[in-house]
């Protein structure tokens, strides 16, 4: 069956430290999307993409950054980690239909923890 | 800015009673519409969406969501809640030709007392 998953499932990192989170889908789907979602807030879109080598900003992506190489993969960097990045962190997919748009499929989540 | 707004960030209820979680958005343009569900510890899933058609859409588990456009909601309700219900609600908004991406609510957590 086609999924989505994310590594780790559970990060402790030092403020400074570059982190990578991994995003794999194996819908073939052309759209890609990172959230986090802290008490509160909901999810707030971080990164999109919508197929390879296309990258874009959503509402937080100050201090993230993404890369689309192939399809199935968006992994998402923290270039130096902050204490406000704690949080946890889901990827989701979608696919892509003219005019309309498919449901987003989320993965099982990451939690990061920045001390 | 497009948004949605969750009214209820907390509702609690016993098993039986029923339910309905409001949601509105703010795009006068052509929109499609969800309901998320995140059951402790869990990732999203999809409960129902809207994209045409009748506006009182059936989704999993025995809920229902009916969009009011003159209203701009889509309020999500079940006739009766069981206990598994507890979870928390999404409720998300894509405009139209805006390819994949969603504008979520901030969420309204469900409590069921057995």
């Known amino acids: 069956d086609a999924e989505i998953t994310q590594s780790p499932r559970h990060k402790i990192t030092e403020t400074g430290r570059q982190v990578t989170l991994a995003c794999h889908q194996t819908?073939?789907?052309?759209?890609m999307f990172w959230y986090r979602q802290d008490l509160g807030h909901g999810l707030r879109l971080i990164h999109y993409?919508?197929?390879?080598?296309?990258?874009n900003k959503g509402e937080v992506s100050d201090g993230y950054s993404v890369s689309r190489s192939n399809t199935e993969d968006l992994p998402l960097t923290l270039e130096s980690a902050a204490s406000s990045q704690t949080s946890v962190y889901f990827c989701a997919s979608s696919g892509r239909e003219t005019g309309r748009t498919n449901e987003q499929f989320f993965g099982p989540g990451t939690r990061l923890t920045v001390l | 800015a497009q948004s949605v707004s969750q009214h209820n960030h907390h509702v609690i209820l016993s098993e039986a009673a029923s339910l309905e979680l409001g949601c509105n958005y703010s795009?006068?343009?052509?929109?499609?519409l969800f309901w998320y569900v995140q059951y402790p510890g869990q990732h999203l899933q999809l409960l129902l969406k809207?994209?045409?058609?009748?506006?009182l859409v059936k989704g999993i588990k025995g809920f229902e969501a009916e969009f009011i456009k003159s209203k701009f909601s889509f309020n999500l309700r079940k006739p009766s809640v069981q206990w598994s219900d507890t979870a928390e609600y999404f409720c998300a908004v894509n405009v139209w030709g805006s390819q994949g991406n969603l504008i979520f609510g901030k969420g309204t957590k469900l409590s069921v007392k057995p």
């Open positions: 795009y006068g343009g052509t929109v499609n």
């Open positions: 809207y994209f045409s058609g009748d506006p």
């Open positions: 819908w073939n789907h052309n759209n």
């Open positions: 993409s919508y197929g390879v080598h296309d990258t």
